[in-house]
C-alpha cells in the first residue's frame, strides 16, 4: 500500500519556469491537500480538494493552480516560479473529515 | 477556524511518560481534535484523533477534557524516536474539510 505518493522528491527552477508537482494516492480518499512548509516554520495550506471536481483556497493560494485529475491525482502548478516559493510541498489525503490525514514525504523545491 | 495553544517546546527523559497539553477554548460542537506529529526531515505522520471520549491507540492516548476545552496527548513511554514537532489541530466535520496547522510543540527526549 504506497499511500501518498509525490513527485518530484526534488527539484530546482530558475525564476520565470513554470512546473507541475505531481500528487497521487491510492486510498480511495476523497479529500486531497496541498501545503508548503519553509525552513523552520510550521505547515500552510495553498489549496485543497473536499472531493473530485472540487478545489478551494487556502491560506496561501498566490502563484499557485491546481488540478483534480481524478479521485487519486492532486496536481500543484507554479506557472512563473519566484524565489519566495523555495519550499518543501507536501501533499496529503483523507478519507472523509472525521478520519486523519495521509502525508506524502514532500517536494523539495528550490527557485534560484 | 478555532485556534489552539500549545507550548513552544518541552523536555522529557528516555523511557518516561510524557503529557503534551493543548488548550482550545473556542472549540465547536462539531470540532473534532486531531494530533500530529512531523520528524526531522519528514511530513507530518497521523498521531490519534477524537471528539469528546478518551482515545488510545498503539502510538498514543488522547485524554480530552470534559468540557473539551482542552485535551493532552499522551505518549507512555518516551523514546529518543519520538523527538518531534507535535501538532494539535481542530477539525470541524461541519463545514471546510481542511486543518490549518500552528506553531506546534518541539518535544525534546534525553537520553
Known amino acids: 500500500n504506497a499511500g501518498v505518493t509525490q513527485t518530484p522528491k526534488f527539484q530546482v527552477l530558475k525564476t520565470g519556469q513554470s512546473m507541475t508537482l505531481q500528487c497521487a494516492q491510492d486510498?480511495?480518499?476523497?479529500?486531497m491537500y496541498w501545503y508548503r512548509q519553509d525552513p523552520g516554520m510550521g505547515l500552510r495550506l495553498i489549496y485543497y480538494?473536499?472531493?473530485?471536481?472540487?478545489?478551494d483556497k487556502g491560506e496561501v493560494p498566490n502563484g499557485y493552480n491546481v488540478s483534480r485529475l481524478n479521485k487519486r491525482e492532486f496536481s500543484l502548478r507554479l506557472e512563473s516560479a519566484a524565489p519566495s516559493q523555495t519550499s518543501v510541498y507536501f501533499c496529503?489525503?483523507?478519507?472523509?473529515?472525521?478520519?486523519?490525514?495521509?502525508f506524502g514525504s514532500g517536494t523539495r523545491l528550490t527557485v534560484v | 477556524d478555532a485556534k489552539t495553544t500549545q507550548p513552544n517546546s518541552m523536555e522529557s527523559n528516555e523511557e518516561e511518560p510524557v503529557h503534551l497539553p493543548c488548550n482550545h477554548s473556542?472549540?465547536?460542537?462539531?470540532?473534532?481534535i486531531h494530533w500530529y506529529r512531523q520528524l526531522p526531515s519528514q511530513g507530518p505522520e497521523y498521531v490519534i484523533h477524537?471528539?469528546?471520549s478518551n482515545v488510545n491507540n498503539r502510538m498514543a492516548s488522547l485524554a480530552i477534557a470534559e468540557d473539551r476545552k482542552s485535551s493532552t496527548l499522551i505518549l507512555h513511554r518516551a523514546t529518543l524516536r519520538d523527538a518531534a514537532v507535535y501538532y494539535c489541530?481542530?477539525?470541524?466535520?461541519?463545514?471546510?474539510?481542511?486543518?490549518?496547522f500552528g506553531k506546534g510543540t518541539r518535544l525534546h527526549i534525553l537520553p
Open positions: 496529503a489525503s483523507s478519507r472523509t473529515q472525521s478520519y486523519g490525514y495521509t
Open positions: 486510498m480511495n480518499h476523497n479529500s
Open positions: 480538494s473536499a472531493s473530485e471536481g472540487t478545489t
Open positions: 473556542t472549540i465547536s460542537g462539531t470540532d473534532y
Open positions: 477524537g471528539l469528546t
Open positions: 489541530i481542530l477539525r470541524d466535520v461541519g463545514r471546510d474539510d481542511k486543518i490549518i
